[in-house]
């Protein structure tokens, strides 16, 4: 990413931080989803605004994608505007870092997660109660404007991968818990939390049990295969 973003050149801001990076193919177009954090946003009181959490969208169109656009802020149109209803949750519009889909009827893609919370609500991770849940990001105009699907109800979920289901519409989840702290090891009672949705992205419903093998794993992020 430091090759075609420059925190100093493009954002005014030398230490700025870029993570959570996803890529979406559509068509010709490479596109590029980024989770920004400013430097004054570098203290543990400051994780809970939403500024400092910017997203952030960059876009190729050459056949080697050697040339990219500036970065585009798409933020506001993710939290809702110039007044975002979440005034004080962490990541409120972050994006999982990974490939999103360029689905059937051209809707892009990409997964995120968050604390969809009211104004004043204390985001709640790494417990059995966590408040953190996940959704898509979407956009229907190749990338132009975006704005955020409905969330799963799985608790916890977080840092989820999206995979159409093959011969099918159907789409599937595939969501870390943050209902445990991250650790690189397996646990017998820590699973991947899966939701299906129906309607490319707008709605997920937690999948029935059962309906999946379930997957043990540490909590932490995966991918498909």
């Known amino acids: 990413m430091s090759v075609v973003v420059q925190m100093d050149r493009d954002f005014g801001d030398a230490n700025a931080s870029i993570f ?3 890529p ?3 068509g010709g177009t490479v596109l590029v989803l980024f989770n920004l954090q400013p430097s004054w946003c ?3 009181a400051l994780m809970y605004e939403p500024r400092c959490r910017e997203t952030h969208v960059i876009e190729s169109t050459d056949a080697a994608h050697a040339v990219w656009s500036k970065p585009r802020n798409i933020t506001s149109q993710l939290v809702g505007g110039a007044n975002p209803p979440w005034t004080r949750t962490r990541n409120p519009t972050a994006v999982t870092p990974g490939p999103g889909l360029e689905l059937g009827d051209g809707t892009l893609l990409v ?3 968050g604390c969809s919370q009211p104004a004043g609500a204390t985001c709640v991770t790494y417990a059995l109660n966590s408040t953190m849940r996940s959704w898509a990001l979407l956009s229907t105009d190749k ?4 704005r955020l699907g409905g969330e799963s109800d799985a608790i916890s979920a977080a840092e989820p991968m999206v995979a159409q289901i093959p011969g099918s519409d159907t789409l599937l989840m595939n969501a870390r818990s943050l209902q445990w702290p991250h650790d690189d090891k397996p646990h017998p009672d820590r ?4 939701s299906t949705s129906s309607d490319r992205g707008e709605t997920w419903a937690v999948a029935a049990p059962g ?12 991918s498909f295969v």
Do not use: E, I, M
Not at 143 to 146: A, I, N, S
Not at 191 to 194: A, D, I, K, N, S
Not at 211 to 222: D, H, N, R, T, W
């Open 191 to 194: 699973f991947r939390l899966y």
């Open 24 to 26: 979406v193919q559509s």
């Open 211 to 222: 309906a999946f093998a379930p997957l043990v794993g540490p909590s932490c992020q995966a």
């Open 42 to 44: 570098n203290t543990v």
């Open 143 to 146: 990338g132009q404007h975006w």
């Open 111 to 113: 997964p995120g997660y």
């Open 20 to 22: 959570n990076v996803a």
